[in-house]
């Protein structure tokens, strides 16, 4: 199993921006599609972006398209997800996931693997 751990969630006003990061080992295959979802209380869980884990090609929920950015580092293997121009409906606990291969669509049931969560609040 790949393990994921996320860091960098935290309160911002509206408007404001906020990089969160997944630390991703333990896997064994090199195509991986690594993605950001986040759920809101009360509310589905709901994808936010998704790359190919060192390869090219991303997609993004449109609620997202030019304000968040996910990218990866390989060679330390960490996924970034830049958000910018937060909102209040941003608000919710953002989790990394990973599945083999690439190309994956973005939807919670298609991610094997997932991190405990990091907290983004905007308001």
């Known amino acids: 199993h790949v393990q994921l751990v996320e860091s960098g969630g935290g309160s911002v006003q509206t408007g404001g921006s906020l990089t969160l990061s997944c630390s991703v080992s333990g896997y064994s295959r090199p195509d991986l599609s690594v993605a950001w979802f986040r759920q809101a209380p009360g509310k589905e869980r709901e994808g936010v972006a998704r790359?190919?884990?060192?390869?090219?090609?991303?997609i993004f929920a449109d609620d997202v398209k030019g304000r968040f950015y996910i990218t990866d580092k390989r060679e330390r293997n960490v996924v970034d997800l830049q958000m910018r121009g937060l909102k209040p409906t941003d608000t919710g606990l953002y989790y990394c996931?990973?599945?083999?291969?690439?190309?994956?669509?973005?939807?919670?049931?298609?991610?094997?693997?997932w991190g405990q969560g990091t907290q983004v609040t905007v308001s």
């Open positions: 996931a990973a599945a083999p291969p690439w190309n994956r669509p973005l939807s919670p049931s298609e991610f094997a693997d």
């Open positions: 790359l190919n884990f060192g390869g090219s090609g991303r």
